[in-house]
């Protein structure tokens, strides 16, 4: 149910973000090696082409010969185009259109406990909460915490996924070309003992005993709350306070009430 309350938050969050006012750096997909564009030349079908941008960022146009395509936008490649076309005398004042077919120089990686893991192109500008929604949102059985892998050195840093949904500036960073965004599987502690569901659950942000308890079913008839044993870290068994955090790995053990 708190998964499903993160994901509400966070499309309304996403939305909000979309509908800010564009920035200078959101003018456009630049284009890259290797991506697959579609030039049309309106009214004129045989000086359009479908083709892949080659390793030294050119493309072969009919009539015109090499363009540089690397680098520019979809509106700059266009200009550049008509330009060249209006200089050769070939048109007076053509209509020439780019699109997008195959976006292959820039994508980001989503990895683990997510919908839909996979490559996704950079289209456009999007944060690492935008990029999590659109893979389909953390599964149940992902931790409440996302790693991001930057491209450009390597570093590898920590992101909470309440706080992305709840709008931290600094958290809900802007995705590179290469970035990796990775899920792992959920933290987990153990109950054990006089408890209606035991087993492994997963830890949510801040969770407390008394809300692990409720989450395994709650204690049965013959337990206590006030006699709950913890073993943490692999070390000795000590009395649990029923408020204290959990901790990734804690086993606990709810004990038989005494009469």
């Known amino acids: 149910m708190r998964r499903f309350s993160l994901l509400i938050f966070a499309i309304i969050a996403a939305w909000l973000t979309a509908s800010a006012p564009a920035t200078a750096k959101d003018s456009g997909y630049v284009l890259g090696a290797n991506d697959t564009i579609a030039i049309q030349v309106y009214g004129q ?33 266009a200009d550049t185009i008509k330009s060249k076309l209006v200089k050769g005398g070939y048109f007076k004042d053509p209509f020439v259109n780019v699109e997008v077919a195959s976006y292959v120089s820039k994508t980001v990686n989503v990895a683990g406990k997510v919908a839909s893991p996979g490559v996704y192109p950079l289209d456009k500008p999007y944060t690492v909460l935008e990029m999590l929604l659109r893979s389909g949102w953390l599964r149940e059985q992902g931790a409440s915490y996302i790693y991001l892998r930057r491209a450009s050195d390597s570093k590898e840093i920590r992101l909470e996924s309440e706080a992305l949904v709840r ?42 005993l008394r809300q692990a308890l409720v989450i395994a079913g709650g204690v049965t008839s013959s337990g206590s709350e006030r006699k709950v044993a913890l073993i943490r870290g692999g070390g000795k068994e000590v009395k649990a306070a029923i408020d204290e955090p959990v901790r990734k790995g804690d086993i606990y053990i709810v004990k038989e009430r005494l009469f």
């Open 45 to 77: 079908p045989d000086a359009g082409v479908t083709t892949r941008i080659k390793a030294d960022g050119t493309i072969i146009m009919p009539l015109i010969g090499t363009v540089k395509a690397a680098g520019a936008t979809q509106l700059e490649l």
């Open 167 to 208: 709008g931290t500036p600094d958290k809900n960073v802007q995705l590179e070309p290469g970035d990796t965004l990775f899920v792992p599987d959920a933290d987990t502690f153990y109950v054990y003992g006089q408890i209606a569901h035991p087993g492994a659950f997963a830890i949510s942000p801040n969770m407390t």
